[in-house]
């Protein structure tokens, strides 16, 4: 019986369209702002004509916030995959914090967009992030704080406020970061080079077994096992790293 190949709906087309779209708006207005990004060119990079860009996005600043919201929604899914994934809640976390920095040594361009997002917050200003935090930002943050709590309450992890250790782990790696310049010039050292940055994951995810864990050789061999299955990315790009294949032996 001769094999029948299917063929792509109009609406497969048409979801391909908008993600080839928004991949491109992505990379400009992470590259030029949203002052700075032409339309013109995130429709070329598409390779799509302005008028069909225009069919999908009313306009320059709906295209800006759906842009956003399609990396948030790739980041959200990540780490909820990261977070019920095997192991135990200790080594969830640690996955969690270095998806984190590796997020933000491949997509530095899209966190610089979302800090400036986060000023208009801070300012009270109109922003992108406000619309996005049913969404995306508070399962995201309501997830972890149930995986912090699942570790303390079994007596794997530290028994401290859950925010200390979420903002110890992911406010480090931003310091790191937006850092990075000012101590260039006061070390000599460019703390942005693969070299560096590797070290730098190192330290960060061997630092949080000694110090969230209760049992610091566990604590030790969890960090080992998390730097073991999660290399680090040599490339930038805007996506999400994807999860990796996770083992679910614990000690």
């Known amino acids: 019986m001769e094999k ?10 048409a979801d391909q369209t908008k993600a080839r779209i928004l991949e491109a708006a992505v990379r400009q207005f992470s590259e030029n702002g949203l002052a700075g990004a ?3 060119q995130i429709a070329e990079a598409a390779g799509v004509n302005k008028a069909l860009l225009y069919y999908y996005f009313k306009g320059k600043e709906d295209l800006y916030a759906a842009a956003l919201e399609s990396v948030a929604e ?5 780490n909820m995959a990261l977070f019920e994934a095997g192991g135990s809640a200790g080594e969830r976390f640690l996955r969690s914090a270095l998806s984190h920095f590796d997020r933000l040594h491949t997509n530095r361009g899209f ?4 800090q400036q997002e986060m000023v208009r917050l801070h300012r009270g200003e109109a922003n992108a992030l406000s619309p996005m935090v049913e969404k995306f930002f508070r399962p995201l943050v309501l997830r972890m704080v149930e995986v912090l709590e699942e570790g303390i309450a079994s007596g ?9 250790i979420q903002n110890a782990a992911l406010g480090a790696n931003v310091l790191y970061f937006l850092s990075a310049p000012l101590m260039h010039m006061v ?4 703390l942005l080079t693969l070299e560096a940055l590797e070290l730098r994951r190192t330290a960060a995810i061997e630092f ?7 049992d610091r050789e566990h604590g ?3 960090a080992a096992r998390t730097l073991a299955e999660m290399p680090m990315p040599k490339n930038g790009g805007i996506r999400p790293q994807p999860v990796p294949e996770l083992r679910a032996k614990q000690d």
């Not at 029948?4 to 087309?13: A, H, K, Y």
């Not at 790739?74 to 990540?78: E, I, K, N, P, T």
């Open 38 to 40: 032409r339309t013109e």
């Open 208 to 214: 949080l077994g000694q110090a969230i864990f209760v």
């Open 156 to 164: 794997e992890l530290i028994a401290v406020d859950p925010a200390q």
């Open 4 to 13: 029948v190949t299917p063929t792509r709906t109009q609406g497969d087309r």
């Open 220 to 222: 030790a061999r969890a």
């Open 111 to 114: 966190q610089s967009l979302m």
């Open 187 to 190: 070390l000599g050292k460019d």
């Open 74 to 78: 790739g980041v959200l899914a990540s």
